[in-house]
């Protein structure tokens, strides 16, 4: 199987955050290693001598020749097509150029994030690569005999072999091979003679070769609905499956020119989905949800980069020493790392180590905290002020919590709680190691809490969530949710935030902030509770602090978001090489709870002449007034304003009046309160 | 009943006094209010109070002045859970605000009572006892690691020693590189370390920061 | 309006005779088995199913009614009289056996004599109620009042060889009496308590007897509680120590009280803890000086060639002098058990 999952990866060690899922994620490499190695390099073997079988024969299939033709620059010319997005940040054809790039880093953090040494980066460099190259280059070896391409190997010891020593050995070269080198050459010759100036110049005679090869190329045919159905029954070989999803891709990408005439985009598209689920093996339901979220060629992306762990990062615990001091003490003992990056005084990546990070005495005496890149930033966006009363709602295992502890050096007060009394166990154990003090630790359901205390400066909000940021931690995610945890862990955030909103004073002198976070990338458990929050609270997102990171969504397929959204935070494994993670700072501007009779009120007022958008309203309204408690009778004495055959209509004619309510949408485009209403309603 | 009949009281000794029927009033359990009063968090009584006194001079001497008196705020000891947490006046308050079975922690875990009302050190004080520890001990980078599983520190390991330490004197162990590791119970004065067999114990094990690894359960 | 007609009177009489008659008479296929004793009447014949399912509640109604007539008429048989102008009957004896509404009581737990003669196989011989007076001269009741041969009642009692010349020997007999009275309502009431599944209270041991430490305890305990003010103004000796499990209630400080007199308290502790001169320990100087002594004694002793006494002592010493320090007693077994710190607080405290 051609999955992106290296023998020589050394499998994380020691407690940090979320180590449950962590432990869960070896396991299930284990799992994969020990299938997956020998039978990928059998295939490997085995195409090579189908390839050398082929090469002798005559040639029947002109599709096989253009495949051979092809490979010359096939790979580059992919390359450009899917690495346009800042996974490797930079455009180069050569090869020399792409290993120094850092893949999976976004421009911005690859400028920062050199590597510590020459030597190490290669071997570095080989491991990182693979994640991008493998998922285009890799299923060409077995399936269409290109094994030989540079940049698609089946693993990590060919992929060495290329790079390194025998790329000079001519000998070994099979024809291709050298034609492609010939090519480079010949690139390099002619970049050399005409100088940087005319790089462009260049760059269009090899595409205009690479175009010519396309042209050959033959043309994906997409497998009738039939075939694809049975398909789904009988999986066939992954590599297999691979080469479908790659030319799909390219299909969709240009889909005027590339499509076949007859067939619609969403035939391919299921055809993507399916075979994206059988060779990444997730769920029907969540790769669904994916592909609502990225563009085909970032989702192939963003999946590729679920195949591999995050680098460990660990945090310094500036309590007790200096990040200078600690970096020095690790690489005496035979740590490789460097620092984490501009946005983080405190980061430290770890690169390898021949010791186990999660044991070093170091650790023990709390010098540092293993802790991985993204749940850093929610602190940062918090920026916790010294002597500040500050509220953790989930704190579990308490890296966040330590972090707020640091940045307050150890003054003010700081609540940890978590639902969860065994987990809370590793947050006491945590905050004692790294020396933190001003810190009470409860167990109560979040939600319970601004009765349970209130006033709060600041308050973090790391909810838990379904967890569709971290699958690489824990494989699991991508078989088991489905859509009903999604909406519960939805629901479970909406009520954590409104607590989390009431347990903050907003007329605290310093502070009023919240910082929501998950680490899943859903749409559902962030945007959706974010503008849920702004709804049904007196606050307003502001900028978190963090210079990089996605903007939030603030149009989503049919639903449009708040404008202020953007201003949230999105965090991607294949663009930032963290965790997927999603920040929303929020500052709240009033202790007062809005009525909703309010805005059911202006909702009258806006929209008197048209009769169906009141009706619209009204049932969900009606829906909304039986689930909240805190809505008077006011409400219902509106809805008994309404006449009673009006309502019914509305309910009734639902399909019409949603008609007519697009049509009104499309006149007055762009109003907030329109897409309230559509909350309303898909929402409840 | 039997206090009516005055030649009762002539006949038996009345330390001998069966009582039968009052016996539940007299003999009442009291393990169950004292269950009661230890659930509540409380400051330390006198008893207790010296308890962790005596136990804490023992590796930090009359240092325990500069707990108990310090500049930077009002800092007190408390009992909750059998455990004794040193934590401020500030925090405490924050936590009398949370029920009793729901507050997990808070402040420094210093240790905790024994059902028998001793008082155990927890390595959690560690962040308290190393800065003032008067005996303090540092071993080389070989035997850190073995200290650091729960084990002896043992003469081969053996760094550095405070001078006259005592036999049976609590210190502080250090790694060479000035970490604090635990700490322990010299086995042996620091004169008496001079000529011993180097697998000889130096130091009795009683707790390291590998705990927070290996009993991370039962920590605090 | 017309008189009505004699016929038509006696017609409507007639009627009305005959529907009082009906209502009287409940006619049955078998006749009823009657129980006057329990004013319980018993219907053999079959329910009509049929009826059943046409009337319902209305037919179990009229067939109740029927054969509660027929008990009426039953009772009406029996021979009545009245009393104060009540017509009354009296009901002969019940035929049938109800069973019991509550459980038959519990047959009372053997006393302890009881259990004792029933082991021994003792059976008690019936006495004669009555007993020859010989004084009196006739048969008098064997116990209480005006008994035969009441010892209570001697006018002249002779003095034992043995006894003490100014002894009251009435006096002694009255007090016999009372005991075995005494005697009598402890072991009454050992037998009620035992029999409400309690654990008897341990037999009294003899004045004298060897005792265990928890027994001694408890008895000390007891002792101290037995005074009139239930032991609250009882002192505690010098060293003793605070019994437990009294049902007193520990009082603790408040969690957010005085913290600067919490400190205060606090270090004042520090400084008795700190204080290096050793404090002057009675009990431990006082076993000090008497093993001295007895050293000293056994040393003189051997000098004059006196064999060797007070030697056997010696371990008494150490012992009595580590259970009279106070406070430092838990400390200095804890530390014992680890095989340290014991010799260090002795030179401490010796030096």
């Not at chain 1, 958008?613 to 309404?642: C, H, R, T, Y």
């Not at chain 3, 004669?128 to 002249?156: F, H, M, V």
């Not at chain 3, 430092?328 to 260090?344: F, M």
Request: hydrophobic residues 35%.
């Amino acid at each position: 199987m051609g999955r992106k999952l290296d023998a020589s990866r050394k499998e994380k060690r020691g407690p940090g955050r979320k180590s449950r899922k962590q432990k869960g994620a070896e396991a299930e490499l284990a799992h994969f290693l020990a299938a997956d190695v020998p039978a990928s390099k059998r295939l490997c073997s085995r195409s090579r001598r189908r390839a050398a079988k082929r090469c002798q024969e005559l040639p029947t299939p002109v599709d096989k020749a253009n495949a051979d033709h092809q490979e010359l620059s096939a790979p580059q010319d992919k390359k450009k097509d899917f690495h346009q997005k800042p996974i490797t940040g930079k455009k180069t054809h050569e090869m020399q150029h792409q290993k120094a790039s850092i893949l999976g880093f976004s421009d911005e953090n690859a400028e920062w994030l050199t590597l510590a040494k020459r030597k190490r980066l290669q071997s570095e460099e080989s491991k990182e690569e693979e994640c991008p190259e493998l998922g285009y280059g890799s299923e060409e070896d077995s399936v269409s005999d290109n094994e030989h391409l540079s940049l698609g190997s089946g693993d990590a010891e060919e992929m060495v072999d290329d790079y390194g020593t025998s790329s000079n050995s001519e000998s070994e070269q099979l024809p291709i091979e050298k034609a492609a080198r010939k090519l480079k050459l010949l690139q390099e010759k002619k970049g050399s003679r005409q100088g940087s100036s005319s790089r462009d110049d260049n760059d269009d005679a090899v595409a205009s070769d690479l175009a010519l090869n396309m042209d050959v190329e033959e043309a994906f045919v997409l497998p009738s609905s039939q075939a694809i159905q049975e398909i789904s029954l009988h999986p066939t070989d992954l590599h297999v499956i691979h080469q479908r999803i790659r030319d799909n891709v390219e299909v969709l990408q240009n889909f005027a020119t590339r499509r076949e005439a007859e067939r619609t985009r969403q035939e391919y598209l299921t055809l993507l989905r399916k075979d994206l689920a059988v060779y990444f093996s997730y769920g029907d339901y969540l790769i669904e949800k994916l592909m609502e979220l990225f563009p085909v060629s970032e989702l192939v992306d963003f999946l590729e980069a679920n195949e591999v762990q995050r680098p460990m990062t660990i945090r310094t615990n500036t309590l007790k020493t200096r990040r200078r001091d600690l970096a020095q003490v690790l690489i005496n003992r035979g740590v490789n790392l460097d620092p984490l990056g501009k946005w983080s005084k405190t980061g430290l990546v770890i690169y390898d180590s021949s010791v186990p990070i999660g044991a070093t005495p170091e650790y023990l005496a709390g010098h540092y905290m293993l802790q991985g890149a993204s749940s850093l930033l929610p602190v940062m966006a918090l920026a916790p002020q010294e002597n500040e009363k500050i509220l953790d709602m989930c704190c579990a295992p308490g890296g966040k919590t330590s972090y707020i502890a640091q940045l307050m050096k150890n003054t003010g007060m700081i609540l940890a709680n978590d639902a969860n009394t065994e987990r809370l166990k590793s947050v006491v154990g945590n905050l004692h190691r790294l020396g933190v003090t001003n810190t009470v630790v409860s167990n109560y359901d979040g939600r319970q809490f601004p009765k349970v205390l209130g006033g709060f400066d600041r308050v973090l909000l790391d909810a838990p969530c379904s967890g569709t940021g971290v699958i690489s931690k824990d494989p699991m995610i991508k078989t088991n949710k489905v859509e009903v945890d999604l909406q519960r862990c939805a629901h479970l955030q909406k009520e954590l935030l409104l607590s989390a909103i009431d347990s903050v004073d907003a007329n605290s002198e310093t502070g009023g902030y919240l910082v929501y976070c998950t680490c899943s990338i859903t749409v559902e458990e962030n945007e959706w509770v974010t503008e849920y929050a702004l709804k049904k609270r007196n606050v307003k997102l502001v900028p978190t602090g963090l210079d990089f990171g996605k903007e939030g969504f603030t149009r989503f397929r049919e639903r449009r978001f708040h404008p202020s959204l953007k201003l949230a935070r999105r965090f991607y494994p294949h663009t930032h090489n963290m965790d997927g993670f999603y920040v929303a700072k929020f500052k709240k501007f009033s202790n007062m709870i809005p009525k909703l009779v309010k805005e059911v009120d202006s909702v009258l007022a806006t929209e008197p002449t048209s009769l169906d958008i009141p009706a619209a309203v009204a049932a969900p309204a009606a829906k909304q007034v039986k689930n909240s408690k805190d809505q008077g009778l006011e409400v219902n004495e509106q809805f008994n304003g309404l006449s009673p055959a009006q309502h019914k209509t509305g309910v009734k004619c639902k399909r019409k009046s949603a008609m007519q309510k697009r049509l009104h949408r499309k006149s007055t485009a762009g109003k907030a309160k329109k897409h309230m209403y559509k909350k309303f309603k898909k929402g409840n | 009943m039997l206090s009516s009949s005055t030649s009762t009281a002539a006949i038996l000794d009345a330390s001998r006094l069966p009582l039968p029927l009052s016996r539940p009033f007299l003999f009442r359990p009291g393990a169950s209010s004292a269950c009661l009063a230890e659930r509540r968090m409380r400051p330390l009584t006198e008893e207790e109070t010296r308890a962790l006194f005596e136990r804490l001079s023992k590796y930090i001497g009359e240092n325990i002045k500069l707990l108990v008196d310090r500049p930077d705020g009002t800092y007190c000891f408390r009992l909750h859970n059998e455990r004794v947490y040193y934590v401020s006046e500030k925090i405490l308050k924050l936590a009398t605000s949370i029920a009793r079975e729901k507050l997990v922690s808070l402040g420094t875990c210093f240790g905790k009572f024994t059902k028998s009302q001793k008082f155990r050190l927890h390595i959690t004080a560690l962040d308290y006892l190393a800065p003032y520890a008067k005996y303090k001990i540092w071993v080389k980078p070989g035997a850190e690691q073995s200290f650091l599983y729960g084990n002896h520190v043992l003469k081969s390991g053996l760094g550095r020693i405070t001078e006259n330490t005592n036999q049976y004197q609590g210190v502080v162990v250090y790694s060479m590189s000035d970490i604090p590791l635990g700490f322990g119970v010299a086995a042996k004065s620091t004169q008496e370390c001079r000529k011993l067999d180097p697998m000889a114990i130096v130091v009795f094990h009683q707790a390291d920061i590998g705990e927070y690894v290996r009993h991370e359960e039962t920590l605090t | 309006m017309a008189t009505p007609g004699v016929e038509e009177l006696l017609a409507r009489a007639e009627q009305e005779e005959a529907l009082s008659l009906r209502q009287i008479t409940v006619h049955k296929e078998l006749d009823l088995e009657y129980d006057l004793g329990n004013l319980l009447a018993m219907d053999p014949n079959p329910p009509e199913a049929s009826e059943f399912r046409r009337h319902g509640g209305d037919y179990l109604r009229a067939l109740a009614r029927g054969n509660t007539q027929l008990l009426i008429n039953q009772l009406w048989q029996v021979p009545s009289e009245r009393v104060e102008e009540t017509v009354v009957v009296r009901l002969p004896e019940a035929n049938l056996r109800l069973p019991r509404e509550k459980p038959p009581p519990r047959a009372r737990p053997p006393t302890r004599w009881e259990q004792f003669a029933k082991l021994k196989g003792i059976r008690k011989r019936k006495k004669s109620n009555i007993a020859w007076d010989e004084a009196q001269g006739e048969w008098r009741r064997r116990w209480g009042y005006k008994r035969a041969n009441d010892p209570t009642k001697k006018w002249l009692i002779e003095v034992p060889a043995t006894a003490d010349p100014n002894e009251d020997q009435f006096a002694k007999l009255l007090q016999a009496k009372k005991e075995r009275v005494a005697k009598n309502e402890l072991q009454r009431l050992r037998n009620i308590a035992r029999s409400q599944g309690r654990e008897p209270p341990a037999p009294v041991p003899p004045p004298g007897a060897p005792r265990s430490r928890a027994q001694l305890g408890k008895e000390l305990q007891v002792t101290r509680r037995s005074t009139a003010s239930v032991g609250r103004f009882q002192a505690l000796l010098p060293r003793e120590k605070e019994p437990r499990g009294v049902g007193k209630k520990r009082r603790f400080q408040p969690l957010l009280g005085d913290m600067a007199a919490e400190k205060q308290r606090q270090l004042e502790l520090l400084g008795a803890l700190n204080r290096k001169e050793p404090r002057l320990d009675v009990t431990r100087a006082a076993n000090k000086q008497l093993r001295e002594d007895e050293q000293e004694a056994a040393r003189s002793k051997k000098r004059r060639g006196a064999g060797r006494a007070g030697t056997g002592k010696k371990g008494k010493g150490p012992g009595g002098a580590r259970a009279g320090k106070k406070g430092k007693g838990p400390g200095g077994i804890r530390a014992g058990k680890k095989g340290k710190g014991r010799t260090g607080k002795r030179n401490k405290q010796e030096h």
